[in-house]
């Protein structure tokens, strides 16, 4: 009766669901109530649209995953900042030249600057890990300034685990930028979707070839059989997507692989306006790593405000797997878990859970996408 099975309706699978359905019989299925995946948004009491897994910017330079978004929603531009609380005040993050003389008295900023600007070219973004190698001293000193008071205390509670315990390219996500932009992000396309990103993705799975299955779990109606798959209780012969868990998939055979969670807590603050920007960073104090105020991604008229702190936990199985971490014993799982994958020719595993990947939203699409094409292709 189907063609092609979706697990999960997050972004991944909507992509996959909506290009699909173009000439095929697609079969959506979600296990949470909502579609969305962690992209998911709504209108809370306070009438403010706000991200119920976490504060969810949209930023690429990919042209191509921009137009394909665009044929769903319109656009609120937005170019998301974040302040860090260090030393008492909140300086904008990435930590730049105007963050520099920020933090520094004059003197001291100048001639930081100019040792800057001597080794590195203007507009360079540099990881703090590569900048704690440098050799003149004016670098070293920023460098073990940057890294004691935005990047240890905030990664020990993200990750539970020092900077140089995670791999690189995690804290190089936020590099030391030689430039006077305070944006978060530098892409050329930055925006929300004017009308969330529910309403984005309710927009692309509503074509009469998809079928949404919501508050079921894959794993009731469904299971591996040799090399094949079983769907109420018959045989399946179609493409299946899969992007859920790959180790709950194979009923973690080789381990379950480690991630990082958040305990995501909303407050009602009693006031128009609770901080100066969308994200205030807390490398050094409290439990909560950030605090956003949605009130600044999606301006609305309430005489409150709603703001979200995100509490790192360790993931148990029970939480939200929001963050892969990349243990060894993680990486050598989850290469096993690949290869298991093989034996299933069927199964396509796509997106942030099922890649085991620190994807960004549109890293999934442009995925999706090329999934979407070598299938057609096929
Ligand atoms: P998901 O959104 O996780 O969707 C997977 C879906 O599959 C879920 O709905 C799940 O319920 C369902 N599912 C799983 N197993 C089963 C099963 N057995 N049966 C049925 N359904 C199942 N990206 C950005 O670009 N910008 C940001 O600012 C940003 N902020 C983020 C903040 C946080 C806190 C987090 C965690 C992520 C952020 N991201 C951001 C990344 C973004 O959330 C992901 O790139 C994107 O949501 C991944 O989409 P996905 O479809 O791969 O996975
Ligand atoms: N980071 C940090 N201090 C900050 C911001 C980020 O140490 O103020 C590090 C931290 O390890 C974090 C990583 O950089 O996990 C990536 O940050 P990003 O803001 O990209 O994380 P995300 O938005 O994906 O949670």
Known sequence: MFDVVIVGAGLAGAVLAERFAQDKKVLLIERRQHIGGNCYDKIDDNGILIHRYGPHL??????????????????????????????????????????????????????????????????????????KNSAEVELQFLADFVYEKIFLHYTEKQWALTPDKIDGAVTARVPISISRDDRYFTDRFQAVPKNGYTALIQKMLSHKNIKLLLNTDFREVANLDGAGINLFGQKFSGRLIYTGLI???????????AYRSVDMRFETVDAENFQAAATVNYPNNYEFTRITEFKHIHPAKSARTTILKEYPQNYTGKNEPYYPLFTDAAKSAHAKYLAELKNFPQITAVGRLAEYRYFDMDDVVKRALEVYNSCSAG
């Open 58 to 131: 949209f930023h690429t330079d990919d042209a191509e995953v921009w137009a394909y978004l665009s044929k769903f929603t319109d656009w609120r531009i937005y170019q998301h900042k974040v302040l860090a609380q260090i030393d008492g005040a909140a300086v904008p993050l990435p930590f730049n030249l105007n963050t520099l003389h920020k933090v520094f008295p004059k003197s001291l900023a100048d001639s930081i600057e100019f040792a800057l600007l001597k080794n590195f070219s203007f507009g360079k973004k540099i990881p703090i890990m590569e900048l």
């Open 247 to 257: 180790d709950e998939l194979f009923d973690y055979k080789f381990g379950a692989l």
